[in-house]
């Protein structure tokens, strides 16, 4: 994994659930953020699913004292908030993951971490780990149509529990 880039400007998105969460910038907690080109895409539903399967497994690993409320997992895209709620709850993420809507204005998020596809309008398949100071890495990208390797988010969700 590469070395940690000075933190953003500040950035905040609604949240799948009506809320504001930080997304760049200083924030309460260390957080993963996780890019996807759309939600109800094939690709992206599996990344998500192993998403949840991943914190779902170190919770019950005996890290759930670091996971929650330690870090936050956040999936996002340029959707709305309402397609990503639907989206979450359809494959019960919901609990485990918070989606953030990149929506307006539109992608600015994803550009701000060179994560935007300005031909399709949409995010590219970028995660980034993000320290509470706002600094931040990347740890797992993936061409249009592949999903990014399991163990890259693996490894990230690894660090996130140990306090980085």
Sequence with gaps: MSEFAPPLESISLVDHRGGMRVVAGPAASA???VFVPGAFTPV???EVRELVELVD???NTGRSSALAP???????????????????????????????????????????????DEGSGAATRRTFLLRADGSYRLVASAHPGEARVRADHAAALHLLAEGL
């Excluded at 908030?81 to 989606?99: I, N, Q, S």
Aim: proline share 2%.
């Design 57 to 59: 497994s170190a919770r």
């Design 70 to 116: 330690g870090f936050e997992v956040f999936v996002v895209a340029t959707d709305s908030a309402a397609t990503l709620r639907a989206w979450l709850h359809d494959l019960g993420a919901d609990g485990v993951l918070t989606g953030c809507s990149d929506f307006w204005p539109h992608g600015r998020a994803a550009r701000a971490y060179g994560a935007f």
């Design 31 to 33: 957080r993963l953020l």
């Design 44 to 46: 992206c539903a599996d």
